[in-house]
């Protein structure tokens, strides 16, 4: 069984058919892409697999959980980590502050919890200060986790955003184009980032990208939308040769690398 299995999703925006009968599993510790040019679909299929959007047909499951019976921070509970498409972090909250943002979902103290134990809730925001900012530092920001996270490069912004959806402690990362913006230097670091952390954590991810260099690089299986249809999914090697695949989206053969 898959960890993640998207099956026959269908949603639509007013008229428009956004995602048309989807489908994309990926299976514990696989990195799968999903690529397509841009309005194909890519961020619809994370915010359904979030739960920010209820699609028209199809099933989500993770873990054999139906996730679509879920709200939002449940979902996030359940192991889903994700990093957003514009960079979103809080600009003036210092970098190590960002990354507590992402430690909510597993935080247990609620509201009522902190009025009554008071010890406890702070013994848990030590802990998770300090959990912080060693996610930092294995990002390579160790040494920025004081500054405004708005003074970073954006390239820094990227992987803060990276660190934050860790926080969460997931066992499942949604990326949404991580190497936007970023060069090719950047883009190098963060593939090599993302391999590793996948290896010492042992993560799943699916991610968004539309640098192929990042995604031939770094995906165990590509999967191609199209107008919210998916058109070709195999090893990036197959994708890459695939003329369907490069009608609709990578134009002449040569323009992609294959290793
Ligand atoms: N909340 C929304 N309201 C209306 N249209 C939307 C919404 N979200 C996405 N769309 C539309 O759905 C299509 C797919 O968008 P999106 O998933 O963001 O594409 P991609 O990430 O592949 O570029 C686009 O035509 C987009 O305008
Ligand atoms: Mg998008």
């Known amino acids: 069984m898959p960890l993640l299995a998207v099956e026959h999703l269908s949603i639509a925006f007013g008229g428009l058919a956004a995602l048309s009968d989807v489908s994309v599993a990926v299976g514990e510790g696989e990195i799968v892409a999903l690529i397509g040019p841009n309005g194909a679909g890519k961020t619809t299929v994370f915010n359904v697999v979030t739960g920010l959007y209820r699609p028209g047909r199809g099933r989500v499951t993770f873990a054999g959980a139906d996730l679509l019976r879920l709200a939002p921070h449940r979902i996030a509970r359940l192991g889903l980590g994700r990093t957003f498409q ?3 972090v809080f600009r003036a909250l ?31 925001e030590t802990a998770a200060r300090a959990r912080a900012r060693t996610l930092l530092a294995r990002v390579g920001l160790g040494d920025v986790a004081d ?46 980032l993302v391999r590793g952390l996948r290896d010492e954590l042992r993560l799943t991810i699916l991610v968004v990208e539309h640098d192929m260099d990042f995604v031939m690089g770094i995906s165990d299986r590509v999967a191609v ?31 992609v690398a294959t290793g």
Request: hydrophobic share 40%; proline share 8%; glycine share 10%.
């Open 94 to 124: 210092a970098t190590v502050d960002n990354v507590l943002v992402g430690e909510h979902p597993r935080l247990r103290a609620g509201v009522l919890a902190a009025a009554c134990w008071l010890g406890a809730v702070r013994r848990e």
């Open 86 to 88: 514009n960079t979103e």
């Open 225 to 255: 939308l199209h107008h919210g249809r998916k058109i070709a999914e195999g090893t990036p090697r197959a994708i890459a040769a695939d003329p369907a695949v490069i009608e609709a989206y990578l134009g002449s053969p040569t323009d």
């Open 147 to 192: 500054v405004p996270a708005g003074d970073l490069p954006l390239g820094s912004q990227k992987r803060l955003e990276l660190a934050r959806a860790l926080a969460g402690g997931p066992r499942l990362l949604l990326l949404d184009e991580p190497a936007g913006g970023l060069n090719p230097t950047e883009t190098r670091t963060l593939m090599d």
